[in-house]
Each structure stands twice: as structure tokens, then as C-alpha cells.
């Protein structure tokens, strides 16, 4: 056991995305590096990543995949 004092947990910033394969929503957590959020379908295991850009981007955190 450590000595060390636990830090406050910090959530990850999340977007939703309904997968039109199986018409199911989730919510999608941003990757460690913060370079994409990163999810995949609960049903079919369909693999989705948007990436996070600095220009150019998109404002809503709702999306579609299929």
C-alpha cells in the first residue's frame, strides 16, 4: 500500500453517436492523447473515431455513424 494522497477524478469530455447499423446511441469517450474521440457499436462492435481538429471542426456533439 502507498502513502500517496488520491487526486479528484477527472472526466473525460464525450460526445454522443447513434449507429444507424444497429439504431443504437451511445456515448463515445475522447482517447488518452486527446487526439479523437473513439468508440465502437455495443452490438456489432462497428469501430468509430472522430478526430479532434484545430480548425475547421464541427461545433455539435452529436453524430451519426453507420
Do not use: L, W
Not at 5 to 29: D, L
Not at 31 to 59: F, L, M
Request: with cysteine; charged share 15%; proline share 8%.
Amino acid at each position: 500500500m502507498t502513502d500517496q494522497i488520491p487526486t479528484p477524478h477527472q472526466s473525460r469530455p464525450t460526445i454522443g453517436v447513434h449507429f444507424k447499423c444497429c439504431n443504437v446511441y451511445v456515448t463515445i469517450y475522447q482517447n488518452h492523447t486527446g487526439t479523437a474521440y473513439a468508440g465502437h457499436c455495443p452490438r456489432c462492435a462497428a469501430r468509430i473515431e472522430i478526430p479532434i481538429v484545430d480548425k475547421g471542426g464541427s461545433a455539435s456533439r452529436f453524430f451519426t455513424g453507420s
